[in-house]
């Protein structure tokens, strides 16, 4: 049981190159979730997946886009990257089920840098 | 969603209890409040979550006063290793998307 997991854990890109962040979990769960976390700051939602088949904008969607790809797997893209865009991102899941109270689950994050 | 409040750092030392502080003036009825701890290059960690009145587990206790409007994390004989950054969220926790808002969180910097 590996958890969330996310690939790849480093990457550095140009200015105007696009790139696909991956993360998958084996926990069966429900929602996923997708922040970004600059230096010396708190986590910022980019966007999250209540459910397989869903996805919505959390606080800084600009300049990504989300795939819930299936149950397992949410992928953030980056079409055209930006230096504001050098950040650690980090994966979650939660299991959700109707009426309880759960929490998230994070990956270890991707250290991302845009030159 | 709440804001939350508290303190940007902490100091303590090996077998101390470390009690974090966290406000949450204007918190809905339906929010629940969670604390989670982040070591340096990983993604943080769930420690304890609550509604109202004392919640402990084998890790921490969370106080919530009857308002509600503030919550204290206790972290009991803390060692070097419990030193990290502690968040205190607040949200509904049984919302479909539950999206939690991380404020600056706690530095806590355990000394031997």
């Known amino acids: 049981n590996a958890g969330v997991t996310q690939t790849p854990k480093f990457q550095v890109l140009k200015t105007g190159q696009s790139m696909t962040l991956q993360c998958a979990q084996d926990m069966n769960h429900n929602s996923m979730y997708w922040y970004r976390q600059d230096p010396g700051m708190g986590l910022r939602l980019i966007y999250y997946?209540?459910?397989?088949?869903?996805?919505d904008k959390g606080e800084v969607p600009n300049g990504y886009n989300v795939s819930r790809l299936n149950k397992r797997e949410f992928s953030l893209r980056l079409e055209s990257a930006a230096p504001s865009q050098t950040s650690v991102y980090f994966c979650?899941?939660?299991?959700?089920?109707?009426?309880?109270?759960?929490?998230?689950?994070f990956g270890p994050g991707t250290r991302l840098t845009v030159l | 969603l709440a804001k939350t409040t508290q303190p940007i750092s902490m100091d303590s030392y090996e077998g101390q209890e470390v009690n974090i502080t966290c406000s949450h003036n204007?918190?809905?009825?339906?929010?629940?409040i969670t604390w989670y701890q982040q070591f340096p290059s990983q993604g943080p960690r769930f420690i304890i979550q609550?509604?109202?009145t004392k919640v402990t587990n084998e890790v921490a206790s969370l106080f919530i006063p009857a308002d509600r409007k503030s919550s204290t994390l206790s972290l009991p004989r803390v060692s070097l290793s419990d030193t990290a950054v502690y968040y205190c969220?607040?949200?509904?926790?049984?919302?479909?998307?539950?999206?939690?808002?991380f404020g600056g969180g706690t530095r806590v910097l355990v000394k031997p």
């Open positions: 997946s209540a459910s397989e088949g869903t996805t």
């Open positions: 609550g509604y109202k």
């Open positions: 979650a899941s939660r299991p959700w089920t109707s009426g309880s109270t759960d929490t998230q689950y």
């Open positions: 969220l607040v949200g509904d926790a049984q919302a479909a998307g539950n999206k939690l808002t």
């Open positions: 204007n918190i809905a009825t339906n929010d629940y």
